[in-house]
């Protein structure tokens, strides 16, 4: 027992503690596709989060080794649960949230059928505010706090998520939507409008407390070759924003993309060409990527954000897991819900579907792998595992509580809801990752406070 | 108005109406496959269903025109609900309701490594009997009313099973599983035991009140060549038994069925020459069927069983449902979960997952079509369509409830939960489709009575 805990914290350059959370606590210390899964995996059946006064995490541990420590400081216990790091999803459309289940079509006549009259309706700052927070609300019920998100093309509805978002002090990454072309007059930009807005913004949100900027052209058949040099142009001036585009998802957009730009090899080739590669640059899909873009992604370590459900929900094919995950190049891999072309919020039911396709190609996908992907996988792939995406001390203070017992299948699926080994662990977290929604997850926190459940 | 009007329908040959539903109702009056959509669905937006002492539809129609006659008896209003007959699964494990979410196989190594020995447990009647009661609550939680069910190989299985069904009063198919092959030794019968036991157990409970039997051998990797035959022998002997049982769901199968049987032309032709190939035969899977197949299947008036999340989950492959929907050579086809291999026992995200399937062969299944195989095409499927399926009268009161707006997300896609349209309503029901899950399922009615919900 240490009474004097705080004040020695303090003097260790610290902050003082003000809560922990004890409980059953699985992270990942390493890439489960790269290490051996029992070394990757972090795993206390009686842990112990200690967090401080900023909301960053101040000790991490087995109970038993570190309460006399923190044992008095006031402590939330959760038994017959597992607690996570928070998901991370690492695309998604906000403006979308109201269109899921738009039916019957592939990505281009899906676009100009469905998307872009709906996204329309983000001109409206007071109806972007409210759908922001509806967006925000669902993803912290299943379980994500944090999200790589496309806004519309509205100036107003990037302020109006980013306001949401501060709001609730989430981290979280978003841009203005680049569109000039092949796509409704009343959702086009130009090169320069674009340029002049997103700058405009980046100087607003960017690293406004919790939040960052990623530079959004929608993707190579909608921005002119014009539009993507003022997006490299401003990769340049601000090198720490992020690019957020989609890249290689169906095979008619590869086509287009190769008629629109004859003087490019291939469809990255038209983003490196405006030198939008880079390693803070996130493309969503990539299910039909050639082993030279795979290559090229992986030299420039540069991440793709995989989309199972929407790949399943717009028949655009599987991707590749194995490839992005090879010891030679290997390319950052996150998941991504793509709502509203994916089908669910849930990163669970979406590595469901990772599942699905992986087992199509004869691959196994174990539930540490996609639960790798849904935490410290996605954090890497957007370059924040410095911040995010595990217990280690001083990270944010994201994290989740996990019902294994949330329905009663579940319940008859996991009547031991903890684990007592490794082996009990995966089986227990591949019940969840394959039987598990919003109602697996029972509470998500936010800087260490509790935001949903 | 008709004060008379309990006299007159039993006059008239009826029994008495003693409760009516009103509400929104969706049922079809023919396959949307073949039949142009907006006829093959019959809506009601203001429906009254009247149900007499028996069980059975009295009257259906639209509220304004039948009230007249049946508006004194006493209703239940649902308000901004749809109302559909009871989803029918036309092929599900109940002994695998506790081992979903088995990592990590395809078919033949999941069935070694887990089914075998979750099946074992089913030898204990105690056991069986509490399972079965856990697993029919389920299916009605999920809205399913009727389901075509394969036991465990133990006698003492098909007991519980059909006696919870029973005590329920459910319209249930299923049957000791016969396998005297390529099993352990705990789990295997003979020829001849199969046969006395399976005849014993349609003397007991084939046409017990709601009751059916189905002869089931598992499949023609544990069923010895002398099996088929005993089997094909029971069908001649009791001609309005069924036949369940599994064909051509895995490439591995496949090679080995036909290692196994060098004197057929093919897996169907295993069943072929034993006799089992008749109308009243239902076939799970049919991932990796012929042409020729596919056309013996529709001379012989039997059904296929497509079970999109098993088929996903063991990454067996992508049914071909535009070649069992063609016009030429069409084979009857109902929607399975499959559980355990399946990853639900929601046949709306049977559905969902049947629309992915569709998309990634580059075809489209429309919410109506889906809804089909769900209700009348089921019962289609299994020879159930004078007693089930849709609301004509006469036919048993096994309805749902659903519940467009059940979760946040879901209110927010259907402002509108009642449609006013056809194409409105295909709209909403394609939400339930995609979106939908156990919580969509808003009260289970069997046979006039709310058994759930």
Known sequence: MSLNRPHSDIENGGVAPVRAIRGAFLDFVADPFFTHEADAVRYHQDGLLVINETGHIQAFGDYATIADRYGDIPTQLYRDRLIMPGFIDTHIHFPQIGMMAAYGEQLLEWLNKYTFPTERKFQDPDYARDMADKFLDELLRNGTTTALVFAAVFPQSVDAFFEAAQARNL???AGKVMMDRHA?????????SAYTETKALIEKWHKKERLLYAVTPRFAVTSSPAQLQKAGQLLTEYPDVYLHTHLSENINEVAFVQDLFPECDGYLDTYDQAGLVKDKSIFAHGVQ??????????????AIAFCPTSNLFLGSGLFKIEQAKARENPVKLGLGTDVGAGTS???????????????LRQQKLSPFKALFLATLGGARALSLDHQLGSFDPGKEADFIVLHPQATPLMALRNPEPTAKTVAA??????????????????ATYIMGEKSWG
């Open 171 to 173: 981290r979280m990454i």
């Open 184 to 192: 409704p007059d009343y959702l086009r930009d130009t090169a320069e």
């Open 425 to 442: 662990l995966a089986d227990l977290t591949f019940s969840l990752v394959i039987m598990g929604d919003d109602r697996t997850v029972e």
């Open 289 to 302: 990527l050639t082993d030279q873009e795979f290559q090229r992604l992986s030299a420039a370590g540069a």
């Open 345 to 359: 919020f849930s990163i669970l039911q979406t590595a469901n579907e990772a599942y699905k396709v992986a087992q």
